[in-house]
């Protein structure tokens, strides 16, 4: 099997009600060639703007990764509860689901701000459903040239951030990141309560190295 990422870069659905990109390539996807050499298509998205995929029929070779963040920490995207009730009902309409907390940011109580969302997810979402694949978490991290080049620009608040909790770039590692001890206790922390809220939902780390998910419990 081979997947196509469409949103790594760029959100694959915030304008889809302009550009009609999903109905495109939807169409694409659905034909047997495409499903017989095992091709995957992943819609990666932080809106909620669904409107187009609620009048497609879905495949099981089409993917909706939705991220789920404290709008607090964000600008245009939608709440995460109607995120995750947006989720929620292209599950219910056959798409393959998977979800996102990333990218955690620390602040004063980030265990608290976090167990809220998954425990929205436990309410709002039907996380029992064959269908939905797992949840990821993440936390903050930036390649170099983005930190020096747009955030230290773009973003004054986020990259004295990075300055004030002491990220660094570890020596083999292309990525700023938090200190890593306290990256693997949030982590376990997060991913304890995920399995004990939610018993059976597999959970995953973003962007890390295969040490950390040892160290947090995960395998790789």
């Known amino acids: 099997k081979f997947k196509f990422n469409c949103g790594e870069i760029n959100d694959a659905l915030v304008f889809d009600h302009l550009t009609d ?3 495109f390539l939807m169409d694409l996807f659905s034909t047997d060639t495409m499903k017989n050499d095992g091709a995957i298509l992943l819609f990666r998205t932080k809106s909620a703007n669904y409107d187009n995929l609620k009048k497609l029929t879905p495949n099981e070779n089409i993917r909706i990764s939705a991220t789920i963040l404290p709008a607090i920490y964000v600008k245009g995207p939608p709440g995460h509860l109607e995120r995750i009730k947006g989720a ?4 219910k309409l056959g798409y393959q689901i998977s979800m996102n907390i990333d990218p955690i940011i620390l602040t004063t109580d980030t265990v608290k701000t976090y167990k809220k969302i998954i425990d929205d997810i436990k309410t709002y979402f039907d996380y029992s459903s064959e269908r939905f694949h797992r949840i990821t978490i993440g936390m903050l991290r930036f390649g170099s040239k983005n930190l020096d080049n747009n955030i230290r620009k773009r973003h004054v608040d986020l990259y004295r951030h990075t300055k004030t909790s002491k990220m660094v770039k570890i020596p ?16 376990k922390t997060l991913v304890e309560y995920i399995q004990a809220e939610m018993p059976g939902v597999e959970v995953e780390l973003s ?7 040892k160290d947090v419990g995960l395998s790789w």
């Not at 990525?175 to 982590?187: M, P, Q």
Request: proline share 3%.
């Open 207 to 213: 962007t890390e190295p295969v040490d950390v998910w």
């Open 172 to 187: 083999g590692d292309e990525k700023h990141r938090y200190d890593r001890e306290l990256r693997v206790e949030l982590y």
């Open 21 to 23: 990109n999903s109905k």
């Open 88 to 91: 929620d009902e292209l599950l």
